[in-house]
């Protein structure tokens, strides 16, 4: 606490933020202390098989659970030599209820599971649903569960229902035109316990829907470590890309403003900047070389056969390039990317290794054909 006020008056701060019982704080975490060897507040018994929790006089002993694996087995030796890194008791709301966690992060090399890069250079393009992969074979890979629909459906319904219960016990808090009124008109927002009901049940089914998202980019990632060694990634500010648009533009053909959204609820329920994290994660653990690429260099636009540069609007998906072929704009991208030179930053076809894309052009359009196919 002292802290945040030492920001706030001698530092960079700008404000103090204070947590409401509406918004709880979600995890605490405790340091380790070098002399002792220990965490602050956290002592392991000689077997490792509980954890004793000390605040103030309360004690809370909580006991480990081994799975048998060669996994626990090396954990439990980094924590019998204190290669510990912090301890974190994360809250969380699971089914209604409210649990908690304790996780142990501990240093060190991570396990090893046997897995092994491919060689090579490899392309990888992130949109905002799909990644499109290149080295030595293409990949077009969804970044989101199969049952996506399913889940947003559930959602659209809930929320329905969340919306006319807040404006049934909130009706000062809305204008005549159904708008919610600015803050100093506002009154604190009253809840019944049918809207806490469907609140909790909108949590859980974000819960179910982020858990299978995870494992399913979780496999993607460890299926792309296969295909080389050397990662060109185009480094885009995904987080950019939800923001809305300042200005308002105007549809000329309908004469009504255009949407200031963006790609913000494409991002929430495909996470590609947590897929991009864990993908170079892994590649930099097993020694591989993850390169980010600036997207000024515009892989998406660039044509190798004559050397030009050419927009396409978001809605084209597929591109023709100066030979007459067409192709995917996700895979040229992909193609492109893994071609292009460390440390370019401007839009030329200097920004290119020209040679090698016509050597490795006719095993792209095989490949390309094959994963269309598939």
């Known amino acids: 606490a002292w802290t945040a006020w030492e920001k706030k008056l001698w530092g960079n701060g700008k404000h103090i933020a204070f947590h409401s019982n509406e918004n709880p704080i979600k995890s605490i975490t405790t340091r ?32 480990v659970i081994l799975r048998g694996t060669e996994y626990d087995t090396y954990a439990i030796n980094l924590i019998k030599n204190h290669m510990f890194s912090n301890g974190t008791i994360v809250r969380k709301k699971i089914r209604g209820k409210v649990k908690y966690e304790l996780q142990i992060t501990l240093k060190g090399t991570p396990y090893n599971k046997m897995r092994k890069l491919g060689k090579g ?35 659209e319904v809930l929320e329905r229902k969340m919306d006319r219960s807040r404006r049934a016990t909130n009706p000062d808090n809305y204008d005549e035109k159904g708008r919610i009124v600015s803050k100093e008109k506002r009154t604190p927002w009253v809840y019944s316990k049918k809207y806490n009901v469907l609140k909790s049940k909108h949590s859980e089914i974000l819960r179910r829907y982020t858990n299978k998202r995870k494992i399913l980019q979780n496999d993607l990632s460890n299926k792309l470590l296969g295909m080389g060694d050397t990662f060109y990634i185009e480094n885009c500010n995904i987080a950019s890309m939800a923001k809305r648009a300042k200005e308002t533009t105007i549809n000329p053909k309908t004469g009504r403003p255009r949407s200031k959204k963006r790609f913000g609820k494409a991002i929430q329920s495909n996470a590609p900047a947590e897929f ?12 591989g070389t993850v390169y980010d690429v600036n997207p000024q260099i515009a892989a998406t636009q660039f044509d190798f056969t004559d050397g030009t540069f050419k927009k396409h609007s978001l809605s084209e998906r597929n591109v023709t390039l100066s030979n007459g072929n067409k192709h995917t704009r996700d895979g040229i991208a992909a193609f492109n990317l893994k071609h292009s030179k460390v ?14 894309m016509m050597n490795d052009y006719d095993k792209f359009v095989v490949n390309e054909r094959k994963e269309m196919n598939e």
């Not at 905002?128 to 559930?154: F, H, P």
């Not at 994290?277 to 590649?283: A, Q, S």
Request: net charge positive.
């Open 32 to 63: 380790y202390k070098i002399g002792t060897k220990k965490l602050v507040g956290m002592v392991f018994d000689e077997d490792v098989r509980n954890v004793t929790i000390t605040i103030g006089k309360h004690k809370l002993t909580i006991p």
């Open 276 to 287: 991009l994290e864990t993908l170079k994660r892994k590649v930099t653990t097993l020694g």
């Open 121 to 155: 250079k490899v392309g990888v393009d992130i949109g905002m649903s799909m990644v499109a992969t290149y080295g030595n074979e293409l990949s077009l890979d969804a970044l989101s569960a199969e049952n996506k629909r399913e889940y947003q459906k559930e959602l």
């Open 343 to 356: 440390g370019a930053t401007e839009k030329l076809v200097d920004s290119y290794n020209i040679t090698e």
